[in-house]
């Protein structure tokens, strides 16, 4: 089961492994409090990707797109196939610092992650 979640709430039981998707460290935010199992930030949009996209809603569907061909492009197949195989055997929740939760890489790759022919 893939689970989503901002690093900024607190942590719960139910997260199952916590994993970090985002490129940068979330500001103001210790290592400590994050209480990461992970952090994939190879898995994480390029630096211009995310520059263009912004969190712009109206980019939405184009930077799913492009978000996809980058993963698929960029030689991380195999990191993403791990991470599959680790939903499979138990609850994972994707953490990203993004204040939209509904346009935001996580949710990308949560889409990713659950289409069965990943794993």
Known sequence: ?????????????QDGVRVLVD???????????????RWEKELAPSDELRRWFGHDPEKWQEFRERYRLELEGAGE?????ELARLCARGTVTLLYAAKDEEHNNAVVL????EDSSIG
Do not use: N, Q, T
């Not at 197949?77 to 196939?81: E, M, N």
């Open 110 to 113: 949560k889409e990713l992650l």
């Open 23 to 37: 490129r940068l460290w979330p500001r103001g935010f210790s290592k400590e409090k994050a209480h990461l199992d």
């Open 77 to 81: 197949g195999a990191r993403l196939k």
């Open 1 to 13: 089961m893939v689970r989503l979640k901002r690093i900024y709430d607190e942590p719960a039981a």
